[in-house]
């Protein structure tokens, strides 16, 4: 452990928070507008703002995102993930649901929304091929890897 005179410095990591967003058996999917991942589907989320909990950014992305209040915010996972070489990530992802008939009402980071299930939203954009296509990008061969084993243990423990 280090003392106080010595040149340790603490490592510095972004946190990033999301949510599988369910309604009845299908989840939330986003198309993302903007930014390194621009037409990616992912869920909903994005940074953790200074002075706030995971539980309380996880709420506010959503809402800021798609409009929806949700319901039995749950802790599902937490996994690190490398954007780039000089940069490390903790994302906290989360389970939670909405009411049957609700809709998202998209803001300008997303260009499109839909409703998956979840086997459906894994195979198509997680399968073997997107690994394979992504050889050559590194870090955003580390991070769909990393959603993809995330689905993975969603699917395989049913969500809870």
């Given at each position: 452990?280090?003392?106080?005179?010595?040149?340790?410095?603490?490592?510095?990591?972004?946190?990033?928070?999301?949510?599988?967003?369910?309604?009845?058996?299908?989840?939330?999917?986003?198309?993302?507008?903007?930014?390194?991942?621009?037409?990616?589907?992912?869920?909903?989320?994005?940074?953790?703002?200074?002075?706030?909990?995971?539980?309380?950014?996880?709420?506010?992305?959503?809402?800021?995102?798609?409009?929806?209040?949700?319901?039995?915010?749950?802790?599902?996972?937490?996994?690190?993930?490398?954007?780039?070489?000089?940069?490390?990530?903790?994302?906290?992802?989360?389970?939670?649901?909405?009411?049957?008939?609700?809709?998202?009402?998209?803001?300008?980071?997303?260009?499109?929304?839909?409703?998956m299930a979840p086997?459906?939203?894994?195979?198509?954009?997680?399968?073997?091929?997107?690994?394979?296509?992504?050889?050559?990008?590194?870090?955003?061969?580390?991070?769909?890897?990393?959603?993809?084993?995330?689905?993975?243990?969603?699917?395989?423990?049913?969500?809870?």
């Open positions: 452990m280090p003392n106080e005179t010595s040149d340790y410095v603490p490592p510095s990591f972004h946190v990033h928070v999301d949510a599988i967003v369910r309604r009845g058996d299908d989840m939330l999917v986003m198309k993302r507008a903007m930014g390194a991942m621009t037409g990616a589907w992912y869920f909903p989320g994005g940074s953790l703002e200074h002075g706030e909990s995971p539980e309380v950014a996880a709420r506010r992305e959503i809402r800021e995102e798609t409009g929806l209040e949700v319901v039995s915010l749950r802790l599902f996972r937490v996994w690190h993930y490398q954007p780039d070489a000089s940069a490390h990530s903790v994302a906290i992802s989360y389970t939670c649901s909405v009411p049957p008939g609700v809709e998202p009402v998209i803001n300008e980071e997303h260009a499109a929304y839909r409703w086997q459906e939203y894994r195979s198509r954009y997680f399968n073997d091929g997107v690994l394979t296509a992504l050889q050559d990008r590194p870090y955003a061969l580390g991070l769909v890897t990393q959603i993809r084993d995330m689905l993975d243990a969603y699917l395989t423990n049913a969500g809870t």
